[in-house]
């Protein structure tokens, strides 16, 4: 159970572009969705927290325009990265949670951005 | 912002040997969990720890919360090759805007030799 699949697991693209994540939770229906970046070999930061029908919380630093979320439903959330530069070039993972129950992983989506 | 410090930040050791890691914090959380990350996907929860003192087992893995809630240990016995990974710590805690969020140790990056 507590199945996170995220989509597209790579996406290679031109700068400029937008592009778009999605994130599922499979056999649970999830309060609250959550965004991460990793860079290599580092610890997984917090981009936003975003709970079904209602505005993402963001953290400190993270540009809610760059970085677009809806949670239409209580099984997706997307994450949109506009007009995305190289140094948008990460590893961006989302999770979902039940209540207060630990939050259960996505696989990851590897952006690359030429 | 808040920090977990996790130790060892990496380790060699022989198929068979037992592995220990730690986290702590001079904060307190509700919860502390402990993920397993390999390369390229995305964390997968191994054990989660409610209670102060409380010890808990998951085959080979053992992780303990500790009584002041501000440090965890994991345990793994009797390695075996796929145990390499990154393991990382990470403890819940409520913002002052009353949501719930994870923040996590630097991880510990396990290499077991066959």
């Known amino acids: ?114 | 912002g808040q920090q977990l410090n996790q130790s060892p930040q990496s380790m060699f050791i022989q198929e068979g040997e037992d592995v220990s890691m730690n986290c702590t914090s001079s904060s307190i959380f509700n919860t502390w969990l402990w993920y397993k990350q390999d390369p390229g996907e995305g964390p997968v929860l191994l054990i989660a720890l409610y209670k102060a003192g409380e010890l808990t087992s998951n085959g080979r893995l053992t992780a303990q919360f500790g009584i002041t809630r501000k440090d965890s240990f994991l345990n793994i016995s009797a390695s075996i090759p796929s145990d390499v990974g990154i393991y990382f710590c990470a403890g819940d805690k409520i913002t002052q805007g009353g949501s719930e969020k994870l923040v996590f140790g630097k991880g510990t990056k396990l290499t077991v030799n066959p």
């Open chain 1, 1 to 114: 159970g507590a199945v996170v699949s995220q989509h597209p697991s790579r996406v290679i693209c031109k700068s400029g572009t937008s592009v778009k994540i999605e994130c599922r939770s499979l056999d649970f229906q999830a309060t609250t969705m959550f965004w991460y970046r990793q860079f290599p070999k580092q610890s997984l930061m917090l981009m936003a927290t975003s709970n079904e029908g209602s505005k993402a919380t963001y953290e400190q630093g993270v540009e809610k325009d760059k970085f677009l979320i809806n949670h239409a439903s209580l099984t997706l959330s997307t994450l949109t990265v506009t007009s995305a530069h190289p140094e948008d070039s990460s590893f961006y993972i989302c999770s979902a949670r039940v209540g207060s129950s630990p939050q259960h992983f996505g696989d990851g989506t590897r952006l690359s951005i030429l």
